[in-house]
């Protein structure tokens, strides 16, 4: 006595605006050294491609907490989820890891960009070249190929470490101070170069300091001093009194603390 | 023409073992001297160092035990080649204590060990065959061991060319991208001690270093790339083989000392002359370019 079912032809529809899950989660984090807490139960989500600048003041524990979301360490407590998987994480640390007295030229160090496809063994030869070629047009360095990459200035290393971001082809990339001490004409290329990598839907994190180019150039901000302090549309989250709660922030660690006996 | 022939080529052609000699330096060249360039990349040119006498004490202990006994030497060599850089790790990492200064403390201490160990036995000839090895007296057994080295190292650096190089330049990206840092390193620290082994039995456990770290400090002053860098050392430490084994059979001086000096007197020259930042260029610059 029932009605014939008719099966369905399509596949069902999908509810609409379902949020997508998040890049990045961090449950009650914390984050430090040796005990010491740099960042302290952070609850935070990251949404598939957000372009989000962390902002707070030296030892706020922002560099940490992008050495967290690409699994360099381990958290002291809570958890971190990635939402994509550690190879299409690109992170860029700042400036003075790099050894630039080793003999490499500029395209070698781009090239290094193409790891994840190529890995430890696979051969990077000709058939790459129009890319490597393309990632170098796209930063401005055309033409330095062959530099060693000791005698490049500041400006073209962050760029040719920015054609190596290029290369990597990443979801989720992860960027420490990428600005520090580059003139304004590079900065605003860079920029540029963010905001492609925004359209293109991937999720970007950036460590800044110039609240001006993060209130021009990034929406969604998070401001942090070992705790979070907001995170949300940057006019949001960068008002007077955020700011003023960040300054605030103690940075000499406690050698007599206590353990932490906070709740979840 | 006939006195160069005489005087590079001859000796060779007469004596046995002075092709045996050159056979081995050959071989410690093709594998010491790529080896050496990356040590020197890592800023790690002291440690092959120390390392090169943390081996003493193992290949003492052989000694003692069987006497001048090519295997037993060996695996004591590389015993304590590998006890010693994992030790001076694990201090460096557990401790305060930077790891060059843990080297340090260890190969003194090894040294010391090594050669109180051959004195308990052995005569001073022995003592001088264990410090400055004996490249004139190179048997089957040993040559077999300097081209099995060879061959080791070779495919070895050839398969992990990328992750050393990267690992030197940005150790950070290379976390990033892959977990290959550790086991590379350790790899390499491995090949370095099959290298002072091999170079021990030829050289000694003083010079067995020279060949190694002398021709990739020369490359540097000739080459801008990697790849270029370790060829040029290869062909400086076989250059330093040859010309030191003619030397020492011409003019009656000990062998493994010659090829060392003869690697020296490369050194000196490339510091000088290179074209890579050597003195000379650094002095007379030229004028400079428009852009």
Redesign the interface.
């Known amino acids: 006595m029932s009605a014939p079912v008719v099966a369905p032809v399509s596949p069902p529809p999908q509810p609409a605006r379902r949020p997508l899950p998040p890049v990045l989660r961090f449950d009650n984090v914390t984050l430090g050294y040796d005990r010491h807490p740099a960042v302290h139960h952070l609850h935070l989500q990251i949404a598939p491609g957000a372009l989000t600048a962390i902002v707070g003041p030296n030892g706020a524990g922002k560099s940490t907490l992008l050495k967290a979301a690409?699994g360099?360490i381990r958290p002291l407590d809570g958890v971190i989820q990635r939402g994509v998987p550690a190879?299409r994480?690109?992170?860029l640390?700042q400036a003075a890891?790099?050894?630039n007295s080793?003999?490499?030229?500029v395209y070698?160090?781009v090239a290094?960009g193409l790891?994840?496809r190529c890995?430890?063994?696979g051969r990077i030869g000709r058939r790459h070249a129009p890319r490597i070629a393309e990632a170098l047009r796209a930063v401005g360095l055309t033409g330095l190929e062959s530099r060693?990459?000791g005698a490049l200035s500041g400006g073209q290393l962050q760029r040719a470490l920015f054609a190596?971001l290029l290369l990597?082809d990443a979801a989720l990339i992860l960027l420490d101070e990428p600005f520090n001490a580059l003139d304004a004409a590079t900065v605003a290329d860079l920029t540029a170069l963010i905001h492609r990598w925004r359209d293109e839907g991937r999720t970007v994190l950036a460590a800044l300091h110039d609240l001006e180019l993060v209130r021009a150039s990034f929406p969604q901000t998070l401001l942090l001093a070992r705790e979070l302090i907001a995170h949300g549309p940057t006019d949001v989250a960068l008002t007077e009194a955020n700011l003023a709660r960040a300054r605030r922030m103690n940075e000499a660690p406690d050698p007599h603390a206590a353990p932490c006996v906070r709740a979840a | 023409m006939h006195a160069i022939y005489a005087w590079l080529i001859g000796p060779f052609v007469e004596f046995d073992f002075l092709r045996r000699a050159l056979v081995g330096a050959l071989a410690l060249s093709l594998s010491g001297a790529p080896v050496g360039v990356f040590l020197m990349l890592r800023r790690m040119s002291l440690t092959g160092d120390a390392m090169a006498h943390a081996i003493l004490p193992g290949a003492a202990i052989g000694y003692l035990l069987y006497g001048l006994s090519l295997p037993a030497m060996t695996f004591g060599g590389l015993a304590a080649g590998f006890v010693v850089a994992l030790l001076a790790g694990a201090v460096a990492r557990l401790t305060q204590l930077r790891e060059d200064a843990s080297m340090a403390a260890f190969y003194l201490l090894s040294l010391a060990l090594g050669v109180t160990i051959v004195s308990l036995r052995g005569s001073n000839v022995d003592l001088l065959h264990v410090l400055f090895g004996s490249v004139l007296a190179l048997d089957d057994a040993t040559l077999i061991l300097l081209g099995a080295v060879a061959v080791i190292t070779l495919f070895t650096l050839a398969a992990l060319w990328r992750p050393l190089v990267v690992e030197c330049v940005d150790p950070g990206f290379l976390r990033s991208v892959s977990r290959a840092g550790a086991p590379t390193h350790l790899i390499f620290l491995v090949l370095l001690v099959l290298n002072l082994v091999a170079g021990f039995h030829a050289l000694g456990t003083l010079l067995a270093v020279g060949v190694i770290v002398l021709p990739a400090v020369s490359a540097r002053f000739w080459a801008r790339q990697v790849t270029g860098m370790a060829a040029v050392a290869i062909a400086v430490a076989a250059l330093s083989g040859w010309l030191g084994l003619a030397l020492s059979y011409h003019h009656g001086l000990p062998a493994g000392p010659a090829i060392i000096l003869v690697a020296g007197v490369i050194y000196v020259l490339s510091l000088c002359l290179g074209p890579v930042g050597g003195l000379v260029w650094r002095a007379l610059p030229g004028r400079h370019l428009e852009a």
């Open positions: 690409a360099l190879r994480i690109a992170y640390p890891a790099l050894d080793f003999p490499l030229t070698d160090l290094m790891w994840e890995g430890l063994f060693p990459i190596r990597q």
